[in-house]
């Protein structure tokens, strides 16, 4: 299994299928991809890894790094992970683990002083096995588009 950075070409190895395993996707045509795969690539606060199987060709597991910019710890940085998602077949063999351990490594060589991330709550055990601890309560506001 490799954890690397997303590629362009990962549209056809089943990237937008790994997401639709962990929320609604939308409709997300190969152009439409390809635009915001290019402005994300050269962003030094966005990063996109995935887990392949190379032997097949296929993407199985995808998480997000974003790092915020603060005023706040000194003009400080916080890593947000988000999105991880792993192939519902190849879950229980340590491959979320590799790509929240790899992210949370990004975070740390970025500067940030935390990472943080939201999850549900039948997902927290999970995260704690990541080196992750439960603090305080998350809100959201939804808007109608």
Do not use: W
């Not at 950075?5 to 609604?24: A, C, M, N, P, V």
């Not at 887990?51 to 940085?77: D, M, N």
């Not at 063999?93 to 935390?114: D, I, M, P, S």
């Amino acid at each position: 299994m490799a954890i690397r950075e997303l590629e362009e070409s990962d549209y056809g190895k089943g990237f937008l299928g790994i997401l639709s395993q962990l929320t609604t996707l939308g409709e997300v045509p190969e152009d439409v991809f390809v635009e915001r795969f290019r402005e994300l690539r050269g962003s030094p606060d966005y990063r996109v890894l995935v887990a392949e199987e190379p032997e097949r060709g296929r993407v199985v597991g995808a998480a997000t790094l974003f790092v915020e910019r603060k005023f706040i710890h000194a003009c400080g940085k916080v890593g947000h992970v988000e999105d991880v998602v792993v192939d519902v077949g190849c879950r229980g063999h340590g491959v979320g683990q590799r790509l929240v351990a790899a992210l949370l490594e990004a975070a740390r060589e970025a500067g940030c002083y935390k990472a943080i991330l939201d999850c549900a709550e039948q997902n927290q055990g999970f995260y704690e096995k990541c080196g992750m601890v439960r603090k305080e309560v998350q809100m959201v506001k939804y808007f109608d588009r």
